[in-house]
């Protein structure tokens, strides 16, 4: 399969595509020239700007499919405007790559929905959400909240308070759409939907607890 993933020198990014190498993918990623250094071996450049649909969309293989992993590192509500200026801007240029040059299949980390918290967050993803429903793609849509990994560890401690909350009937549905999951289910949940894509022109939506539900098979020997 070929891949294309957006954001691929971040903190999922980078792990997605050393699981997508090491299961036999064709793997190419959007990055700036000058940080082409940065990808692990094996990926394929694609030279651009990942805010500009202009500067990707001609490189983009048709029917391949394109995993978005771009946003705001370390999210927290001071950073509403780069919310707007880097996630919302980003994915509305994935769409429109997407659209111009036929992605079989988009791949998109939202956010889980609704929360108390995280107002502007919640309302960019949404937003991107909406658009790419209204260009007609077929899309997979992961919902988490926080994922555990490298550097985002604290949450945690927070998960004695997680095991009482899904307990309680008040709290159980909330505490588990807006539950913790690793990076490593993450990434194996992201490299289980784009070798299990959807209907054509359906969008699918993984949770959290469908993300902790992902058991990853192996990789057929060729």
Known sequence: MTVVVTGGTGYIGRALIELLVTRGHDVA??????????LPPRVTPIIGDALDAATFAHSLPRNA??????????PNPSKAQEFERVDLASIMASVEAARRAGVAHLVYVSVAQPAPVMRAYIAVRAAGEAAIANAGLTATILRPWYVIGPGHR????LKPLYWILERLPGTRESA???????????????????????????????????????????????
């Not at 394109?66 to 590192?73: D, E, F, M």
């Not at 604290?154 to 401690?157: D, E, F, N, V």
């Open 154 to 157: 604290w949450p945690i401690l």
């Open 65 to 74: 499919t394109l995993v978005h992993l771009v946003g705001t590192p370390h």
């Open 29 to 38: 990623a959007l990055v700036r020239a000058e940080s082409t250094g940065k």
């Open 176 to 222: 588990r759409r807006l539950g913790l999951v690793t990076l490593e289910q993450m990434v194996a949940t992201l490299a289980f939907a784009l070798e299990h894509p959807p209907t054509t022109g359906t969008i699918r939506i993984i949770d959290v607890p469908g993300i902790r539900a992902v058991k990853l098979e192996q990789p057929t020997r060729r």
